[in-house]
């Protein structure tokens, strides 16, 4: 991935599919979900895979709502790795059983992400390490693909001691363990107190042996600075919806908003150079580290767009990682 990521940048590195927008959860901090939507069908799913394949794409994360809702995702996994891409999965985790991650290993899944945000169930969250133990003892024993927990900080978590215990518990079970930090209720990032700093640090050493190590940006963002960086949203990354449209990214929904299957290489070039209004204090993790292939080289010469249509400014980085 990374040798052909660095050969060209003509072409999409990682894309996020989202097959299904419900979730059984309802974290406050989350507006990407709905307790309604039905699954995008199977066949509708198949040719999204086969359009990102087309153009180029090397990885595909499937998110959502809650990704394991959805009654044929192994089949979306399968077809995935058929045309030749990593397949990784964001879930909640709620919903894992042995029989489930077994027919994971089956349909060829390579990593999932596991956002746990709280020792204990609280009015923000119920994505506890309390609920969740028992889902990663079973990651640790069934799961032959790799798993990352991913932990949060921020000033809507009243309790940052929780984030050093769930990475810790990540470690005793053989997992790698990162950290996101949250953006504030106007959405905007601002810099860790001293103790979440500590602990924000603490974290970060512990994946050093992971692609964690790939995440300074977030140095910058914890302690309140911008990041100097070039986004290459809507081109090296894309966020495709339910509705199959390519998005910047799950925070920056409306724009583009062009149909999937009408996506050129010409749309991944023009988005390629233009530079994003947002990116500075950006905390997706996914989108930063696809940029790191290119942050050396191609300048962003044409303006920010502001698209009219902005939707939504999602809190947290933790669902993007």
């Known amino acids: 991935m990374i040798a052909g990521g660095l050969l060209s940048s003509r072409h999409p590195v990682l894309a996020h599919i989202i097959p299904i927008r419900r979730c059984n959860l309802s974290c406050s901090y989350c507006n990407e979900y709905d307790d309604f939507s039905k699954p995008v069908p199977l066949e509708v799913m198949l040719r999204r895979v086969d359009r990102l394949a087309e153009l180029g794409t090397r990885i595909i994360t499937i998110s959502g709502g809650e990704p394991l809702l959805h009654p044929q995702l192994e089949a979306i996994i399968r077809q995935i790795r058929r045309r030749g891409m990593i397949a990784g999965l964001i879930t909640n985790g709620y919903l894992l059983t042995a029989r489930r991650i077994e027919a994971l290993n089956e349909a060829g899944l390579e990593h999932m992400q596991i956002s746990i945000d709280n020792v204990l169930p609280d009015d923000v969250s119920k994505k506890s390490l309390k609920v969740l133990d028992q889902k990663l003892q079973l990651l ?79 140095h910058d963002l914890a302690h309140g600075r911008p990041h100097a960086w070039r986004c290459r949203a809507g081109s090296r990354y894309l966020y495709i919806c339910e509705d199959g449209l390519v998005h910047y990214c799950s925070q920056q929904r409306g724009y583009p908003g062009i149909p999937l299957e009408k996506y050129t290489r010409e749309h991944i070039r023009h988005e390629y150079f233009t530079r994003k209004d947002c990116a500075p204090h950006c905390t997706l993790q996914c989108v930063q580290q696809i940029a790191l292939l290119d942050n050396w080289r191609d300048p962003q010469d044409r303006p920010a767009f502001k698209p009219a249509g902005h939707l939504v400014r999602l809190q947290t980085s933790g669902r993007e990682s």
């Open 140 to 218: 640790a024993r069934y799961a032959i693909f790799q798993v990352n927990i991913n932990s949060v900080l921020g000033s809507m978590m009243p309790n940052p001691e929780d984030a050093l215990a769930v990475a810790r518990r990540a470690l005793e079970l053989g997992f790698t363990s990162t950290v996101g930090i949250l953006h504030d209720a106007n959405g905007q990032v601002q810099a860790l107190g001293q103790r979440q700093g500590e602990i924000f640090e603490q974290i970060m050493s512990f994946g050093k042996r992971s692609y964690s190590r790939f995440n300074a940006f977030e």
